[in-house]
């Protein structure tokens, strides 16, 4: 840990260079800098074996550090379910059971700690991404913020007075359950392997391709389909608002790249809470309320860093 007493200071720069790691299913980003303008180098390592993952990124700090001298952190935010349950517990940072091939039970912390003198820090890609936008984002000053991303899969990050979420794992926001008619249940099963017609069973990308038999980012914008989309995301937005009440909630993922769906999504909301979370920033600001991303495709990765800085103190 660091041995300064200065607080952590959320500027856009800073004097400590971190490592960061942002992991998901089909590409792993590196970067280093001190804050999101100033990233000096990133790369991008397909997700393939694990080792060769770590090798690369080794590597690529190695440089980083040749170039630009000692890194303070390295922070990780990777895709789950990760083992977050007992910091210091020999299984803390590992993967969990995943259809990934090779990465059930690979272990986030343990390459950089042997290849690199600083500390290392893990949380979920979402968590990181949550934090970061509420650092530097479109979460900027809040401390209890949802960021979900609607993509191959759905997470969650929560936020909670200024920290991310882990309690008994982490959380699986994605697997919530969705109300639906017997006309809607008739009409799709849903997708998830494990609940059927669960949140990320209904609004994946892969589970609008199974449903409608075309890529998601194929449908026109006045398909039936984003009608079905956005009153699930809706759904979503209603109960993490009565849950955790969060000042903001932040849609990032490819499948949010349809931007008209933020406006159905709102309107949804609303109407569905029914004025009962009776506060102007929900029923006045509902546009300020339910947003895309600050850092677009690099939330993450921008989170990766933030945790870092965050953990150094
Ligand atoms: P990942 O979840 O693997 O990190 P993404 O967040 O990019 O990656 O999500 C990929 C999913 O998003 C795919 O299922 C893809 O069909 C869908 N997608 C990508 N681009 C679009 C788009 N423009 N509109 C709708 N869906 C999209
Ligand atoms: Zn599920």
């Known amino acids: 840990m660091s041995e300064s007493s200065e607080p952590f200071e959320p500027g856009r720069t800073g004097s400590r260079l971190v490592g960061a790691i942002e992991a998901g299913g089909t590409k792993v980003v590196c970067a280093a800098g001190t804050g999101p303008d100033d990233v000096r180098d990133r790369i991008r390592i397909p997700t393939t074996a694990p080792e060769e993952v770590f090798k690369q990124a080794v590597e690529f700090f190695a440089e980083q550090e040749k170039e630009h001298g000692k890194l303070e952190a390295i922070a990780i935010v990777t895709f789950g379910p ?12 590992a993967i969990m059971k995943t259809p990934k091939p090779g990465w059930a039970g690979a272990h986030w912390l343990t390459p950089f700690r042997q290849a690199f ?60 359950r ?23 069973g209904l609004a994946s990308g892969p589970s609008m391709q199974k449903r409608w038999g075309v890529p998601a980012g194929e449908l026109p914008a006045d398909h039936p389909a984003w009608e079905v989309q956005s009153d699930v995301l809706a759904w979503a937005c209603v109960n993490l608002t009565c849950i955790l009440s969060p000042q903001r909630i932040l849609f990032g993922g490819g499948v949010m790249q349809q931007e008209h769906l933020f406006p159905m999504i709102r309107e949804k909301t609303l109407e569905r809470l029914n004025g009962y979370v009776d506060v102007p920033e929900v ?23 933030a945790l870092a800085r965050k953990r150094l103190g």
């Open 283 to 305: 029923t006045q600001g509902i546009d300020q309320f339910i947003v895309p991303p600050g850092f677009g495709q690099d939330a993450g990765l921008m989170g990766a860093i």
């Open 117 to 176: 003198e600083c500390p290392v820090y893990i949380d979920t890609d979402v968590n990181g991404a949550a934090l970061g936008e509420s650092v530097w984002g479109a979460a900027q000053g809040l401390d209890t913020v949802v960021y979900l991303t609607i993509g191959t899969g759905i997470g969650g990050g929560l936020l909670v007075s200024g920290e991310p979420v882990h309690g008994l794992l982490h959380p699986e926001v994605g697997h919530m």
């Open 82 to 93: 990760v083992d977050l349950r007992r910091p210091g517990s020999e299984s803390y940072g």
């Open 178 to 200: 969705i109300p639906r008619t017997e006309e809607e249940k008739k009409a799709f099963p849903g997708a998830c392997p494990f609940h059927g017609d669960c949140l990320e």
